[in-house]
T-cell receptor, first 109, second 117 residues
Framework: GQNIDQPTEMTATEGAIVQINCTYQ??????LFWYQQHAGEAPTFLSY??LDGLEEKGRFSSFLSRSKGYSYLLLKELQMKDSASYLC??????????WGAGTKLIIKP | GAVVSQHPSWVICKSGTSVKIECRSL??????MFWYRQFPKQSLMLMAT?????????EQGVEKDKFLINHASLTLSTLTVTSAHPEDSSFYIC?????????????FGDGTRLSIL
């Protein structure tokens, strides 16, 4: 079966750095997406990785290792507005998006 | 950037009512749109993939006669929840892609919160 694992919840301090991990087991791989979802709102696109390595976009970076079936989202200089759920999604061999359950990130002052 | 508009944002209605939700791509054409449902504190669950000019593809366990999808144009898809009951209360979200490129992300509407009394 297809499976994506993320921690359910994480807590971090304002101004700090946090890494949210995602491991996946899917039938084929055509890229991995990270989305941010604030409570009661729809998800917004953060990043896309299809090749191994780190993609940096401002305070957010995303890393992929295809051989390990592993990705992480790195958030630097955390702000209170970063409190949200972060969803990892993998596009499989049929180009279907398989979604993780999301990681709720709580930022404390 | 790509904008997806979803309407209405909030619906409260009596059991047995049918509810129509619209999803529009405002500045791009979308041959494919997606309908998701999300229960509190759970992840997105894909209900169906809507293809312009053809029948929608429903995920296993989703009743196509209850959740009617119409994708009549390249910028509009509708989801009608027929004879809604309290268990249909949920957050419904649509999304669309600008192209079918693998790297193309889905852009989401703001969602519709449906409450059936």
């Amino acid at each position: 079966g297809q499976n994506i694992d993320q921690p359910t919840e994480m807590t971090a301090t304002e101004g700090a750095i946090v890494q949210i991990n995602c491991t996946y087991q899917t039938s084929g791989f055509n890229g991995l997406f990270w989305y941010q979802q604030h409570a009661g709102e729809a998800p917004t696109f953060l990043s896309y990785n299809v090749l191994d390595g780190l993609e940096e976009k401002g305070r957010f970076s995303s890393f992929l290792s295809r051989s390990k079936g592993y990705s992480y989202l790195l958030l630097k200089e955390l702000q209170m507005k970063d409190s949200a759920s972060y969803l990892c999604a993998v596009k499989d061999s049929n180009y279907q998006l398989i979604w993780g359950a999301g990681t709720k990130l709580i930022i404390k002052p | 950037g790509a904008v997806v508009s979803q309407h209405p944002s909030w619906v409260i209605c009596k059991s047995g009512t049918s509810v129509k939700i619209e999803c529009r791509s405002l500045d791009f054409q979308a041959t494919t749109m997606f309908w998701y449902r999300q229960f509190p504190k759970q992840s997105l669950m894909l209900m169906a993939t809507s293809n312009e000019g053809s029948k929608a593809t429903y995920e296993q366990g989703v009743e196509k006669d209850k959740f009617l999808i119409n994708h009549a144009s390249l910028t509009l898809s509708t989801l009608t929840v027929t004879s809604a009951h309290p268990e249909d209360s949920s957050f419904y979200i649509c999304s669309a892609r600008e192209t079918d490129r693998v790297s193309q992300p889905q852009h989401f509407g703001d969602g519709t919160r449906l409450s059936i009394l």
